[in-house]
């Protein structure tokens, strides 16, 4: 295989090939030379050059590194991550399923599962990931999908992707695996038997704040199946938005480094604060999920989440001191952010559910690629001045 840079900065030289160095932005609709053409056009799943909806040549560029970079044999693009789950769940559950899903997960795909799918005939069961034998107890006769995040958002806990995938390829469920926090650098769940994988392209991917876009990759056929619904729902990646995102994966494995060990001196730096209870990142030695973290991850990541002794205010009160983390419900940027997740989540779900998900005082520190003795230096700085 080759190397992740040279997958980031060659894969797509030859989709749309021209003799401009950076891609052309396509931003334009497509005509035919004759009517088989267009027809063709009009039916073939993922297409480049037919309607922007269906699809377009940075689109496709961007498809070709994700499905390198992941390793399953195709991939697509959407306007969010949102935009990516969504349609995906719609397309493989019908009315009368049954998903499972994670305790731990991002409040949008909660939301999902909590709130939309049972409104449209479709149950669901949330367990407790860190234990592979709950997923096992919550299968059903009518069990479709699993949905699993790895790390999880924003407890930063793991999921055993082998045991998963094992128990669902064995009963005939397909999976979907949420790789956002961890990059298809630090681990590629398609090599743990994951059958798609998603992104909210937004964070690392892209890398730099200005883009919100998704993808998706696994196998053509399902895949199809996903972009019928997907061109359904209309939340098309505009070409100008996907042209940023291309260029934001260029750096891919230039970023990730940096993050993986600005995030493990943070975690580090503050887990032996008086101010924190806790910190929550996989790679730390005391974690309880640690030896499956390092036996199914190569880095862990620029995301930490951090649980204050003084709860809801104390947590505020730290954001607020920061310096270099600016307050912010996105992370993955070269600029660190930080946020109060059960304030982010709340117009994502209800309070019963945030208070099931997301302790009060806990805040998620998401690490730039700025130097990391001046990261630490503000942290533990931010965490002094409100423990006093």
């Known amino acids: 295989m080759r190397g992740k840079s040279t997958v980031t900065v060659h894969t797509d030289r030859e989709i749309h090939s021209s003799r401009a160095v950076a891609?052309?932005?396509y931003q334009t609709a497509f005509s035919a030379d004759d009517a088989v053409t267009f027809a063709t056009g009009a039916v073939e799943p993922r297409g480049a050059d037919f309607y922007t909806r269906f699809g377009n040549p940075n689109h496709a560029q961007v498809a070709a590194v994700v499905a390198e970079l992941e390793g399953p044999e195709a991939a697509m693009v959407t306007a969010s991550g949102m935009a990516a789950v969504t349609p995906a769940v719609l397309a493989l559950v019908s009315a009368g399923d049954h998903v499972i899903g994670q305790k731990?997960?991002?409040g949008g795909t909660a939301s999902v599962l909590l709130n939309l799918l049972p409104r449209l005939g479709v149950s669901t069961t949330l367990v407790d990931q860190t234990d592979p034998e709950e997923f096992a107890?919550?299968?059903?006769?009518?069990?479709?999908?699993?949905?699993v995040e790895t790390p999880s958002s924003p407890l930063m806990q793991i999921t055993d992707l082998r045991a998963v995938a094992d128990l669902a390829r064995a009963h005939g469920v397909l999976t979907l695996a949420d790789n956002t926090f961890a990059t298809p650098l630090n681990q590629r769940p398609a090599d743990f038997g994951m059958d798609v994988v998603w992104h909210s392209a937004t964070k690392y991917l892209n890398g730099h704040s200005d883009v919100s876009a998704g993808v998706l990759a696994g196998p053509a056929e399902i895949l199809d199946r996903i972009w019928d619904?997907?061109?359904?729902?209309?939340?098309?990646?505009?070409?100008?938005?996907?042209?940023?995102?291309?260029?934001?994966?260029?750096?891919?494995a230039l970023r990730v480094p940096r993050h993986n060990d600005n995030g493990l001196a943070l975690a580090e730096a503050l887990s032996s604060h008086p101010a924190v209870a806790r910190v929550h990142y996989p790679s730390l030695a005391a974690a309880a999920q640690h030896r499956l973290a390092v036996d199914q991850m190569q880095g862990f990541g620029g995301v930490l989440s951090v649980e204050f002794t003084g709860g809801?205010?104390?947590?505020?009160?730290?954001?607020?001191?920061?310096?270099?983390?600016?307050?912010?419900?996105?992370?993955?940027?070269?600029?660190?952010?930080?946020?109060?997740?059960?304030?982010?989540?709340?117009?994502?779900?209800?309070?019963?559910?945030?208070?099931?998900?997301?302790?009060?005082?806990?805040?998620?520190?998401?690490?730039?690629?700025?130097?990391?003795?001046?990261l630490v230096d503000d942290a533990l700085a931010a965490a002094d001045a409100v423990s006093i």
Do not use: C
């Not at 107890?137 to 949905?147: E, F, N, P, S, V």
């Open 104 to 106: 731990s997960t991002y």
């Open 229 to 252: 619904t997907s061109l359904l729902t209309g939340a098309t990646l505009g070409p100008i938005d996907a042209w940023l995102l291309l260029r934001g994966m260029r750096t891919l």
């Open 312 to 374: 809801y205010e104390m947590a505020d009160a730290f954001l607020s001191r920061l310096r270099y983390s600016r307050r912010s419900a996105s992370l993955g940027g070269v600029e660190s952010l930080a946020v109060h997740p059960a304030s982010m989540w709340a117009g994502m779900l209800n309070d019963d559910q945030i208070t099931d998900a997301v302790p009060a005082g806990l805040v998620r520190l998401a690490a730039g690629t700025a130097d990391t003795a001046d």
């Open 137 to 147: 107890k919550a299968l059903t006769a009518r069990t479709r999908l699993i949905l």
């Open 23 to 25: 891609p052309p932005i």
